[in-house]
């Protein structure tokens, strides 16, 4: 199956500064979605971007298909955007792969 | 309001009984998924269902059992045949038919064997 790697697998930060989250796959996709996992548990959508590049508020996200890898930018961070950070990924089956997270720490 | 549910939210189960988690949408998805989460870990896809009275397989589905009865429910029992069933489970829905398409998740639940 696909193999999917995060990294880095935990980052800190001081509220405000920007990072960058990347996820390589192993194979072609054709479905890439990048979740933010709250203190809770709740799995929040951020972005569904097979390729291409989206923007949502101070988050964008590129895929480079061709390449196997997407990115996610944090702009201006907030200590609300603290938690875990999936990248999942699927093939022709549907069978999606998520790789192991970063855990971002936004600190006051 | 449209969305996914889970119940319970928290589960105590003793060793050797059989426990079964709720999912339930009103997304009209046609696609409905199990996922277990282990500390510290992503998410790893138990069954699926891509349409009502079907469901394959996914990577660790021993130990576990669903149905779908309904387009709407999708429940996920817990057999005392898997042998270390703490863990966190989530439920996804999406709509199925292309070959790509986004998953959206519930609450998740919590369980706990003692």
């Known amino acids: 199956g696909i193999q999917v790697e995060q990294s880095p697998p935990d980052l800190i930060l001081q509220e405000g500064a920007n990072s960058t989250l990347r996820c390589n796959f192993s194979d072609s996709v054709n479905n890439l979605q990048w979740f933010h996992q709250n203190p809770w548990g709740q799995l929040i959508n951020l972005f569904y971007i097979p390729s291409g590049t989206k923007q949502n508020g101070g988050l964008s996200a590129t895929t480079v298909a061709t390449e196997r890898y997407s990115l996610l930018y944090i702009s201006s961070s907030q200590t609300t955007d603290s938690g875990v950070y999936f990248c999942?990924?699927?093939?022709?089956?549907?069978?999606?792969?998520f790789g192991a997270g970063t855990r971002l720490t936004v600190k006051p | 309001d449209g969305g996914i549910t889970q119940s319970p939210k928290y589960l105590f189960r003793k060793e050797g009984q059989n426990v079964t988690l709720s999912c339930e949408q009103n997304?009209?998805?046609?696609?409905m998924y199990w996922y277990r989460q282990d500390p510290g870990q992503g998410l790893r896809l138990i069954y699926y269902s891509q349409i009502v009275n079907d469901f394959q397989k996914g990577d660790i589905a021993e130990g576990y059992s669903v149905s779908r009865e309904k387009k709407e429910s999708f429940p996920l029992t817990v057999t005392s045949a898997q042998k270390n069933p703490t863990a966190f489970y989530l439920c996804?829905?999406?709509?199925?038919?292309?070959?790509?398409?986004?998953?959206?998740f519930g609450p998740g639940t919590r369980l706990t064997v003692l």
């Open positions: 996804a829905s999406g709509i199925a038919g292309a070959l790509s398409e986004e998953q959206f």
């Open positions: 997304l009209n998805h046609d696609a």
């Open positions: 999942a990924v699927a093939s022709n089956n549907n069978d999606m792969r």
